[in-house]
């Protein structure tokens, strides 16, 4: 074993192949041998092996607790195995390129670059069932009904006997599942009849705008901030830091999304905080 700056080696036990001393990544000197102390399993600030462990084992550890400790994605999609289909793209699933088309109505609606969805099956759900997920935390959850279709009528109960009576997962809207054989009745009267991937896109999609607030983080807003500085650089000059805080920035972008205002006329919102950040 290499040591730097002076630091003996760690002991060794003869035949044995157990470490019994004690040194700090920081090269700072080495610990006493201790050879009779209990096993140490604090590893930060200092990489501490103990009578009975194996470096390797040690070192192997210090991994696996790293892994633990990669970032929760800010959005997920959770999926059952009955909507698999919808979402592979080799069995014609459309639901990814309808997610990107989301993610760029969005960000022209609101300039908000929505974050990366990330989608994934879970055998805990229904066949039919999904849940998205903000932060590691779900926020809406919903069940569809695997080879139907959902009918709508705006302002009216579902007509009675013409399909399995639900509701519409995005607005809470009154709604009928209805069969392939009589999808085409329920247009006749007058009902508007969606598709399995139409349902869930929708969903997604107004989930996402109000929950997008949630998501705006500082590093984001630094990103708008840069881009917008190429073409106006004396407002952002002005305002940040010298009135207000990126912090403060982010919270007046964080309160219009959350009351549904679009942020895309940044040019607006920067000179009105440059105008009434020192009042």
Do not use: C
């Not at 309808?98 to 229904?126: F, H, M, S, T, Y």
């Not at 500082?218 to 840069?226: G, M, N």
């Not at 942020?263 to 607006?268: A, C, E, F, K, Y």
């Amino acid at each position: 074993i290499e040591t730097k700056n002076d630091v003996p080696p760690p002991a060794v036990t003869e035949g044995s192949g157990l470490i019994v001393r004690r040194w700090r990544v920081d090269k700072s000197p080495a610990a006493p041998v201790e050879p009779f102390g209990a096993p140490i399993t604090e590893f930060l600030p200092s990489v501490q092996i103990g009578w009975g462990v194996s470096l390797e084992a040690t070192l192997r550890a210090l991994a696996d607790s790293a892994d633990d400790l990669t970032p929760i994605d800010l959005l997920e999609l959770e999926v059952g195995y009955g909507l698999i289909a919808l979402v592979d793209s080799e069995r014609d699933g459309e639901l990814l390129e309808r997610i990107k088309a989301v993610r760029r109505q969005i960000a022209q609606e609101l300039g908000v670059i929505v974050p990366p969805l990330r989608i994934r099956d879970n055998l805990e759900l229904k066949p039919g069932e999904y849940t998205i997920l903000i932060k590691g935390i779900e926020v809406a959850r919903s069940e569809l009904m695997l080879g139907h279709y959902l009918a709508m009528h705006p302002g009216e109960e579902p007509q009675a006997g013409l399909g399995i009576p639900t509701t519409e997962p995005a607005f809470g809207l009154p709604a009928v599942w209805v069969s392939a054989e009589t999808k085409d009745q329920a247009h006749l009267a007058g009902y508007t009849v969606v598709d399995l991937p139409t349902v869930m896109i929708t969903h997604l999609t107004e989930v996402i705008k109000r929950h997008l607030h949630e998501v705006l983080s500082r590093e984001e807003v630094q990103k708008l901030l840069k881009r917008f500085a190429e073409t106006s650089p004396k407002v952002v000059e002005e305002l940040v830091p010298t009135l207000l805080s990126l912090g403060g920035v982010q919270k007046v972008l964080q309160n219009l999304l959350r009351e549904q205002i679009s942020i895309r006329d940044l040019l607006s919102i920067l000179e009105t905080l440059a105008d009434y950040a020192p009042i």
